[in-house]
């Protein structure tokens, strides 16, 4: 049974899940997101000869990246949420299975909610604008 099979079905262990997969990963992914994204926006507006406000004033670089259809933008997006699926499966599943308190798998499918709910209103603001 492949390691991505378990964590798919939840046959991993709910805090490792959640703490590991689910909240590092989730830091991992944002700050390389950030990182990446930032600094290729910032230097392109600074070779342009863009002033400070210039630069300050400017929008979420990631998103507009995605909206203009640059590759990398678009396989770091499609890669971010088909992560997010899994662990959002892993996490369900594997606190459906837990055998401590009932209270920390309802948290984490709050989290969970919470964070899908985010993560759908970043992108869909960003389509709109």
Do not use: C, H
């Amino acid at each position: 049974m492949s390691f991505f099979g378990r964590l798919w079905r939840g046959d991993t262990s709910f805090p490792a899940t959640f703490w590991v997969g689910g909240v590092l990963g989730t830091l991992v992914f944002g700050l390389a997101k950030t990182f990446l994204f930032t600094w290729a926006a910032l230097q392109a507006v600074i070779e342009a000869g863009a002033s400070p406000q210039e630069i300050m004033g400017m929008p979420d670089p990631f998103l507009q990246a995605v909206l203009a259809g640059q590759l990398t933008a678009v396989i770091f997006a499609i890669v971010e949420l088909l992560y997010f699926v899994l662990m959002t499966s892993a996490i369900w599943r594997s606190g459906d299975k837990f055998d401590g308190a009932k209270v920390w798998p309802i948290l984490a499918k709050i989290v969970l909610a919470v964070g899908w709910i985010s993560y759908i209103y970043n992108y869909y603001g960003a389509l709109t604008v």
